[in-house]
């Protein structure tokens, strides 16, 4: 196994293939934060997924939220949630490789939007202040 979170192997990448395919304009959300007080609420997320129904919602929850995975389902029918497939949540590798299927991702400040960041593609990385409405305008240049 690959021990650089950066560099997924390809047994990684294969499975982030089979449940991200390709032809999917894909948003990874992480809305866990290390400081639950200086994060963007879970709300504001399930309201960001919401105002671009025309992109697949990819929600990256560590194992500590996994309580919000049901609320999150009811109110943004479309989520998906790779990592909770088959208890893959501790799995750097294939969060790296997701993280490269991603359009582009919008996270708080933890470890997992560290993670979505070695994906190389476009991050948007929140630490509590920013307004809606400049989020929603930050994610719409990223998609153009």
Known sequence: MNTQTDKPGPESRSRALVMLPVGGSYIGLAPGAADPRTGW??????????????????????????????RIRQDVGAAMFPLQQKNFGNDPQLTVALAERMTVSVANACPLGRMLASGGRPLIMLDGQEDHDTVVAALEKALR
């Open 41 to 70: 609420s879970l709300e504001n997320f399930i309201t960001l997924a919401q105002a671009f129904e025309y992109c697949v919602p990819v929600f990256f929850l560590e194992d500590r939220e996994q309580e919000w995975k049901d």
